[in-house]
C-alpha cells in the first residue's frame, strides 16, 4: 500500500469479527516513532480484548502488542530509536513517569498506563506509532516473525519467571506460547520444568515435552514429586488450588496472566506452611532490556505459524480452539 493509506485489522465492537479497512497512515505525535510493521504475534490479551473479557478498550481499535517493525519516521523531539532501527513493541505502550509506581521502579504498576493494542492502537496494521521509550532493540539474530512472540510471550513469561525465584522443580499450567519460551529459559538456568495441559490434549503433552518438559500431564493430575514453583498462563482460576496442591511447603503459585475466571474457595490448608500465590502485570523496560539480551544467548527459538495479516480471525480462532503449537504471527 503506498502514499499516505494503509491496511489494517479494526476491531469495531467486541465480541465482532475484526473489519480489514483501508484507513490513513497514522502520524508521530510528540515522544513517538512510526513503524513499518513487520510482524506482529498474537496473544491471549489479544482474545480476551477481542472477545470483551477486558473491559473499555477504546474503539475502534486495531489489536496487537507484539510488534516488530522499523523505524521509518519520528516526532521532532525523538532522537533515538533512530530511523531504520528495528524494534519490538510490546503490550506496555505508555507510562505517565511521575506517579509513585514509575519513579520507584514499578511502571508496570502506573496509574495512568495505557497499553497497545488496547488503549493505543496496536500492530495488526502496515503502520502503527508507538511512545518511543517502550520501543525495544530486537536482537540482529532473530527474523521479525521469529522475534515477534519475544515481545510478551517471551517478556511476560520471563517476568512470572523471575517472580517464581530460584525454583529447581518448575509446573506450568497452560502450554502455549509464553510456555514454550519460559520452558528454553527455566532448562537454560538448570530447572525442571513439569508442563500441565488440558485433560486428553495428547498434541500439548508432546509440545511440552519436545520444547524440554521432563514431564507432561493433565492439568487435573498431581506431579510426579512436588514443585517448588508453579506458573498459571492458562486464564482458569480453578487452577491456582490445584497448583497450590502441586507445590511444596515454601512454594509460590505465580498467576501470569491479565484475565483469569473466578478462583474457587480452598481450604486454608493449601495455602499453609508459606505458601505464596502472587500475579503478575504487565513489564517494565528493565525486563525488555534483560530478557532482549538473554534470549539470543539460551537461544530462545519460538514455534510460529505465519498468517497474512488478513487472517487474523483465523488466527483468533486457531488461539481459541487451542489448534497451535507455540504462536501465531500475523505478516502485514
Known amino acids: 500500500m503506498h502514499g499516505t493509506v494503509m491496511r489494517a485489522m479494526v476491531l469495531e465492537e467486541a465480541g465482532t469479527p475484526l473489519r480489514l479497512v483501508e484507513r490513513p497512515r497514522p502520524q508521530p505525535a510528540s515522544g513517538q516513532v512510526l513503524l513499518r510493521v513487520q510482524a506482529c504475534a498474537v496473544c491471549r490479551t489479544d482474545l480476551h480484548v477481542v472477545d470483551g473479557e477486558l473491559p473499555d478498550p477504546v474503539l475502534p481499535l486495531v489489536p496487537g502488542h507484539e510488534i516488530v517493525g522499523v523505524v521509518v519516521g519520528a516526532a521532532p523531539d525523538v532522537d533515538t530509536p533512530a530511523i531504520g532501527a528495528t524494534v519490538g513493541v510490546p503490550w506496555l505502550g505508555w507510562s505517565c513517569g511521575v506517579c509513585r509506581f514509575c519513579t520507584s521502579g514499578r511502571e508496570n504498576l502506573c496509574t495512568a498506563a495505557r497499553f497497545t493494542g488496547y488503549q493505543l492502537d496496536g500492530g495488526y496494521a502496515e503502520y502503527t506509532v508507538a511512545d518511543h521509550r517502550y520501543c525495544f532493540p530486537v536482537p540482529a539474530s532473530y527474523a521479525p516473525a521469529t522475534a515477534a512472540p519475544l515481545l510478551c510471550a517471551g517478556l511476560i513469561g520471563h517476568r512470572s519467571l ?82 497450590l496442591r502441586a507445590v511444596d511447603r515454601g512454594g509460590t503459585v505465580v498467576c501470569g496472566g491479565i484475565h483469569m ?72
Open 261 to 332: 475466571s473466578d478462583i474457587p474457595s480452598f481450604a486454608y490448608e493449601l495455602l499453609w506452611h508459606e505458601r505464596t500465590i502472587r500475579s503478575v502485570a504487565n513489564l517494565t523496560r528493565a525486563d525488555a532490556t534483560a530478557f532482549l539480551a538473554l534470549a539470543p544467548e539460551v537461544p530462545v527459538v519460538p514455534t510460529i505459524r505465519e498468517y497474512p495479516l488478513e487472517a487474523a480471525n483465523a488466527a483468533l480462532d486457531d488461539l481459541r480452539a487451542g489448534r497451535l503449537e507455540g504462536a501465531a504471527v500475523l505478516l502485514p
Open 162 to 243: 523471575r517472580m517464581a525465584g530460584d525454583a529447581r522443580r518448575l509446573g506450568i499450567y497452560g502450554f502455549g506460547a509464553a510456555a514454550h519460551i519460559v520452558t528454553q529459559v527455566a532448562r537454560y538456568e538448570g530447572r525442571e520444568v513439569f508442563a500441565f495441559v488440558r485433560p486428553g490434549d495428547d498434541a500439548g503433552k508432546a509440545f511440552a515435552r519436545r520444547s524440554g518438559a521432563v514431564w507432561a500431564g493433565d492439568a487435573s493430575e498431581l506431579p510426579p514429586t512436588p514443585l517448588d514453583a508453579a506458573i498459571i498462563f492458562a486464564p482458569v482460576g480453578a487452577l491456582v488450588p490445584q497448583a
